[in-house]
């Protein structure tokens, strides 16, 4: 008995011990979690919330300043029946394919540039940086400017080669391209701080050994640079074309959905037929449309993604 009882306390330290750094644990938890909570609590309100009255609100007709009537899932027959739909959706899907054809690779191109530079690389990230911080509005204003059929300066300077002057905004072939590198011009800048993020990653021994190697430099840069940015193109390529798809302002600042509908897209509809038409239970199931597209593409370009790239 006397050495059961002088050996139980030595059994009990390591015991003890493992339920304080237990408990430490879950009050180092709790603590984490209460400085989360009002950040949780505001997403929660302005992001979760919203989405939810909205898929309720899609099964109702609802008026500005009227009540809220049940109508099952007329919004959604509606929805696809309206001509609007189709063109929407063609339109948006549209935008995205300018967007990775005209502007996908330039950050890439540009964030090489700038890396490869032996001088004056912090002058250059902030003129590339720019645009990123003009406001939308001034960027209106100046892409109008630019766009003008009689004196802007994109006609000017093609009219000194001999070329008759074009109708960027109005001509159907020529508006989504227009508002593509607008829209390019805008967003590279941020992205492209992206990709110099990443390849400043890159250890430059990698390209010390790849020199005495004979590798070139497009060798470099498709033996070293370009797998150590597949996983951030990966992900910058999904949420642009996200973006793209959802575009509005661009659209609606610059061509109110025209000419015709070639520039109609489904948040420009959304918004027309919540605040212009004032129908908040048909504009809600447009936007249920909407998350549903988004995340079927998300998900089917996540699977695709990685069967490729099991790794």
């Given at each position: 008995?006397?050495?059961?009882s002088?050996?139980?306390?030595?059994?009990?330290?390591?015991?003890?011990?493992?339920?304080s750094r237990r408990?430490?644990?879950?009050?180092?938890q709790?603590?984490a979690?209460?400085?989360?909570?009002p950040?949780?609590?505001?997403?929660a309100?302005?992001?979760?919330?919203p989405?939810?009255?909205?898929?309720?609100?899609?099964?109702?007709?609802?008026?500005?300043?009227?009540?809220?009537?049940?109508?099952?899932?007329?919004?959604?027959?509606?929805?696809?029946?309206?001509?609007?739909?189709?063109?929407?959706?063609?339109?948006?899907?549209?935008?995205?394919?300018?967007?990775l054809?005209?502007?996908?690779?330039?950050p890439?191109?540009?964030?090489?540039?700038?890396?490869?530079?032996?001088?004056?690389?912090?002058?250059?990230?902030?003129?590339?940086?720019?645009?990123?911080?003009?406001?939308?509005?001034i960027?209106?204003?100046?892409?109008?400017?630019?766009y003008?059929?009689?004196?802007?300066?994109?006609?000017?300077?093609?009219?000194?080669?001999?070329?008759?002057?074009?109708?960027w905004?109005?001509?159907?072939?020529?508006?989504?391209?227009?508002?593509?590198?607008?829209?390019?011009?805008?967003?590279?800048?941020?992205?492209?701080?992206?990709?110099?993020?990443?390849l400043?990653?890159?250890?430059?021994?990698?390209?010390?050994?790849?020199?005495?190697?004979?590798a070139?430099?497009m060798?470099?840069?498709?033996?070293?640079?370009?797998?150590?940015?597949?996983?951030?193109?990966?992900?910058?390529?999904?949420?642009?074309?996200?973006?793209?798809?959802?575009?509005?302002?661009?659209?609606?600042?610059?061509?109110?959905?025209?000419?015709?509908?070639?520039?109609?897209?489904?948040?420009?509809?959304?918004?027309?037929?919540?605040?212009i038409?004032g129908?908040?239970?048909?504009?809600?199931?447009?936007?249920v449309?909407?998350?549903?597209?988004?995340?079927?593409?998300?998900?089917?370009?996540?699977?695709?993604?990685?069967?490729?790239?099991?790794?």
């Open positions: 008995m006397s050495v059961t002088q050996t139980n306390p030595l059994m009990s330290k390591p015991v003890y011990k493992t339920v408990r430490s644990h879950q009050t180092q709790i603590i979690y209460l400085f989360l909570l950040a949780l609590i505001t997403f309100l302005f992001a979760w919330y989405i939810l009255k909205a898929i309720e609100m899609s099964f109702h007709d609802v008026s500005m300043g009227g009540a809220a009537v049940w109508k099952g899932l007329g919004n959604y027959e509606l929805m696809f029946k309206d001509p609007a739909f189709g063109i929407a959706w063609r339109n948006s899907f549209e935008f995205a394919g300018w967007s054809l005209l502007g996908f690779a330039i890439i191109g540009v964030a090489m540039f700038v890396r490869e530079m032996r001088h004056a690389q912090g002058f250059f990230r902030i003129v590339y940086f720019l645009p990123t911080v003009v406001p939308s509005a960027a209106v204003i100046i892409w109008r400017f630019m003008d059929p009689d004196g802007g300066i994109l006609n000017e300077l093609i009219g000194s080669f001999g070329t008759d002057r074009m109708m905004l109005t001509n159907p072939a020529l508006v989504k391209p227009s508002l593509v590198m607008m829209m390019t011009w805008g967003s590279f800048g941020a992205t492209a701080l992206i990709y110099l993020s990443s400043q990653e890159i250890p430059s021994e990698l390209y010390e050994a790849a020199e005495l190697d004979g070139g430099p060798g470099r840069i498709w033996n070293i640079t370009m797998p150590h940015l597949y996983p951030v193109i990966s992900t910058l390529f999904i949420l642009q074309v996200l973006s793209v798809v959802q575009v509005f302002t661009e659209p609606f600042l610059m061509t109110n959905g025209g000419p015709g509908r070639e520039t109609l897209t489904p948040a420009l509809n959304i918004y027309n037929r919540a605040f038409r129908n908040l239970g048909y504009a809600s199931a447009w936007s449309s909407m998350i549903v597209v988004l995340l079927i593409f998300s998900i089917i370009y996540r699977v695709v993604n990685n069967k490729l790239n099991p790794e």
